[in-house]
């Protein structure tokens, strides 16, 4: 079964950096699109960036600039990078595989916390 174990979550104070891990396992990796989510207290679970099988990146426009995902095949991992952090950044942090076309699930790590804060 596919599992997505995040990592690298924490407390950084606003303008800092901070790097998310989300090391996957039980899947073909290199053939799916992954991303990141954020859900903040009282929130929706809203989409973050996305990075295609073969490195196409997207990213809500609160974060382009800022942050950077990026994957590793060969490590089954990927990343996301977030320079000039901000107290809106705060949330719990969601890795996602996203299912292919007309095949299989998405899948969803277990989050890590991410604070900004001074």
């Known amino acids: 079964q596919v599992q997505l174990v995040e990592s690298g979550g924490g407390l950084v104070q606003p303008g800092g950096s901070l790097r998310l891990s989300c090391a996957a396992s039980?899947?073909?990796?290199?053939?799916?699109?992954m991303g990141w989510y954020r859900q903040a207290p009282g929130k929706q679970r809203d989409y973050v960036a996305s990075?295609?099988?073969?490195?196409?990146?997207n990213y809500v426009d609160s974060v382009k600039g800022r942050f950077t995902i990026s994957r590793d095949n060969a490590k089954n991992t990927i990343y996301l990078q977030m320079n000039s952090v901000k107290p809106e950044d705060t949330a719990v942090y969601y890795c996602?595989?996203?299912?292919?076309?007309?095949?299989?699930?998405?899948?969803w790590g277990q989050g890590t916390q991410v604070t900004v804060s001074s």
């Open positions: 039980g899947s073909i990796f290199s053939i799916y699109t």
């Open positions: 990075i295609s099988s073969t490195g196409i990146r």
């Open positions: 996602k595989q996203f299912a292919r076309a007309g095949s299989g699930s998405d899948y």
